[in-house]
């Protein structure tokens, strides 16, 4: 199971860092990814991490300003955002990478606005 | 970055028809093509992986093919529950990439 926290309204230019908890399988052995929805759009992939964190990458809509961490001594996983814009109003996914995205959270919204 | 593109970008099929949907990536991913299904206000569901691997639990009326390129998702005898929001993406490379998405609706 993953749960996904610290969404919520941010000013534009204003950072955000959110969490998700893992239960219930040996979160060390498996990359991590975070994936968004903005309202009424799509799914965009935002980001992803190796089991160890020793590798990570980025969408170029966020590279520079978000951050992909985690803490496997607690079995969770983080995102970083900064330099935060309207751009980045979305549903926030994690989601377990094992052949596929085959476990997702709930999502946390995240609202950029003034 | 790999551009993955669907199509049609919505579908009008009824209960019982066979339906297909297309992705078509700009270049080759081998066979790294995911798709996955997700309903009105909740997180996508993994369908098959890498292009015609069923995931555990899903339904054998879903299947996928294709490599290169070209992707196909069918899904035979269309049932209730599978009126929803189809997308595709690529694993091949990063940043991974999402298709814009198939909306299949009920006629």
């Known amino acids: 199971q993953l749960v996904e926290s610290g969404g919520g309204l941010v000013k534009p230019g204003g950072s955000l860092r959110l969490s998700c908890a893992a239960s219930g399988f040996s979160f060390n052995s498996y990359d991590m990814n975070w994936v968004r929805q903005a309202p009424g759009k799509g799914l965009e992939w935002v980001s992803s991490i190796s089991s160890s964190g020793s590798y990570i990458y980025y969408a170029d809509s966020v590279k520079g300003r978000f951050t992909i961490s985690r803490d496997n001594a607690k079995n969770s996983l983080f995102l970083q955002m900064s330099s935060l814009g309207a751009e980045d109003t979305a549903v926030y996914y994690c989601?377990?990478?094992?052949?596929?995205?085959?476990?997702w959270g709930q999502g946390t919204t995240v609202t950029v606005s003034s | 970055d790999i551009q993955m593109t669907q199509s049609p970008s919505s579908l009008s099929a009824s209960v019982g028809d066979r339906v297909t949907i297309t992705c078509r990536a700009s270049?080759?991913?081998?066979?790294?093509l995911n798709w996955f299904q997700q309903k009105s206000g909740k997180a996508p569901k993994l369908l098959i992986y890498a292009t015609s691997n069923l995931q555990s639990g899903v339904p054998s009326r879903f299947s996928g093919s294709g490599t290169g390129t070209d992707f196909t998702l069918t899904i035979t005898s269309l049932q209730p529950e599978d009126f929803a929001t189809y997308y595709c993406?690529?694993?091949?490379?990063?940043?991974?990439?999402f298709g814009q998405g198939t909306k299949l609706e009920i006629k």
């Open positions: 989601a377990r990478d094992y052949s596929g995205l085959d476990v």
């Open positions: 270049q080759s991913i081998s066979s790294f």
């Open positions: 993406q690529q694993t091949y490379s990063n940043p991974s990439t």
